[in-house]
T-cell receptor
Framework: EAGVTQFPSHSVIEKGQTVTLRCDPI?????LYWYRRVMGKEIKFLLH????????ESGMPNNRFLAERTGGTYSTLKVQPAELEDSGVYFC??????????????FGPGTRLTVL | QKEVEQNSGPLSVPEGAIASLNCTYS??????FFWYRQYSGKSPELIMF????GDKEDGRFTAQLNKASQYVSLLIRDSQPSDSATYLC??????????FGSGTQLTVLP
């Protein structure tokens, strides 16, 4: 079974440019999460999809970030325009059944974003 | 006060010893508790989860949860050099997102 995949693995852009990150969850997982780790800080939650619906986007830092999950499969996270403080590693995770306390989130390899 | 606190380490133990990793959390409504292992430059990998008070064992790993003290720990028996990594404590509540600690860096010395 394929795990969570993310693309690209690295992205280097200049301030003011736009970047789109993609996440493909494990097949059959309705729950998809985006997290971010900025330098020296802990991993922070950004948002949670259940199928194609945004369940919780309380962690999104500002309106420069837009996440979509059309069709309830893969998800994209767009940053427009990118700022220096957006640099970090963006992780995607998926899980099967959020109703169970033991529901496990499986993480993708992450996208390392550098904004110059 | 951070929501999930861990000793950042680094923690060094000799091969074959027991490594003890600790975590405290501030939200009494937290329901499930997870230990992830993260090798440098890699994604977090689940080691164990626990949601009932007491101990839970899986091979060389034992997770311990004390909700009254808001404390969760991970013991690694017979530590191996391959266990050297950053260990992340994470909790969830009614909202299912993980809240992470900053991680404890463990080094197992051959």
């Amino acid at each position: 079974e394929a795990g969570v995949t993310q693309f690209p693995s690295h992205s280097v852009i200049e301030k003011g440019q736009t970047v789109t990150l993609r996440c493909d969850p494990i097949s059959g997982h309705d729950n998809l999460y985006w997290y971010r780790r900025v330098m020296g800080k802990e991993i922070k939650f950004l948002l949670h999809f259940v199928k194609e619906s945004k369940q919780d986007e309380s962690g999104m830092p500002n309106n420069r970030f837009l996440a979509e999950r059309t069709g309830g499969t893969y998800s994209t996270l767009k940053v427009q325009p990118a700022e220096l403080e957006d640099s970090g590693v963006y992780f995607c995770a998926s899980s099967q059944d959020q109703a169970r306390p033991s529901d496990t989130q499986y993480f993708g390899p992450g996208t390392r974003l550098t904004v110059l | 006060q951070k929501e999930v606190e861990q000793n950042s380490g680094p923690l060094s133990v000799p091969e074959g010893a027991i490594a003890s990793l600790n975590c405290t959390y501030s939200d009494r409504g937290s329901q499930s508790f997870f230990w992830y292992r993260q090798y440098s430059g890699k994604s977090p990998e689940l080691i164990m989860f626990i949601y009932s008070n007491g101990d839970k064992e899986d091979g060389r790993f034992t997770a311990q949860l004390n909700k009254a003290s808001q404390y969760v720990s991970l013991l690694i028996r017979d530590s191996q050099p391959s266990d050297s990594a950053t260990y992340l404590c994470a909790v969830t509540g009614s909202a299912r997102q993980l809240t992470f600690g900053s991680g404890t860096q463990l080094t197992v010395l051959p």
